[in-house]
């Protein structure tokens, strides 16, 4: 009950085994999918797989090109190129979210913080199937927090082994401000 990234962060602390598999509970997403990703991880040059759901069946207008826009500003900021960043069917090697902390919506920005950590990220396309059960709780309404989080990676990408690059810079335009409001 306190959405997908806890449910992810707990299922990757309870997990024991060497490869994880993720993926959605509503249906459509297809299990038979994951030898797709396992294979690709088995020839042992990626540390990450990402299912694409490359034939979406969902609403064009208010699914399709919402998460199209999202797609191509989180591959530009994060420089992961992946068609789709929102689909949870996604296999990972233990190590890569060993030591991942989550917490906001990052669920949706795990190939970009596994990339930053020097993951090697592919993707496969798997099938999608229209929802049977329930309503998304995905809409509009949360395009503030993504940019957030969006802006949180951004700045893990950039400054996560040189804090002293953003706040050193900061606290030399505050030390001059100083020095030059104490000397006037």
């Known amino acids: 009950n306190y959405g997908q990234t806890a449910a992810m962060a707990a299922g990757f602390d309870a997990s024991r085994?060497?490869?994880l598999v993720t993926l959605d509970g509503d249906l459509q997403n297809d299990p038979a999918d994951i030898p797709l990703l396992l294979n690709q991880l088995e020839q042992g040059e990626?540390?990450?797989v990402s299912g694409w759901r490359h034939q979406r069946q969902d609403n064009s207008i208010s699914r399709l090109l919402p998460s199209l826009l999202a797609n191509r500003?989180?591959?530009r900021v994060t420089g992961v190129k992946l068609h789709d960043y929102r689909s949870s069917l996604k296999a990972y090697r233990r190590e890569v979210v060993a030591d991942m902390?989550?917490?906001g919506?990052?669920?949706?920005f795990l190939p970009a913080l596994a990339f930053i950590e020097g993951a090697r990220i592919g993707e496969v396309q798997v099938n999608h199937h229209p929802r049977r059960y329930g309503k998304s709780n995905y809409g509009i309404d949360r395009t503030f927090r993504v940019l957030?989080?969006?802006l949180t990676v951004w700045f893990m990408k950039r400054f996560l082994t040189r804090p002293m690059h953003v706040f050193g810079f900061a606290g030399l335009v505050s030390l001059g401000a100083g020095l030059a409001l104490a000397l006037w």
């Open 17 to 19: 085994g060497e490869i």
């Open 148 to 150: 957030m989080d969006l």
């Open 73 to 75: 500003l989180i591959a």
């Open 101 to 103: 902390n989550l917490y």
């Open 105 to 108: 919506e990052l669920h949706r």
């Open 46 to 48: 990626l540390d990450l």
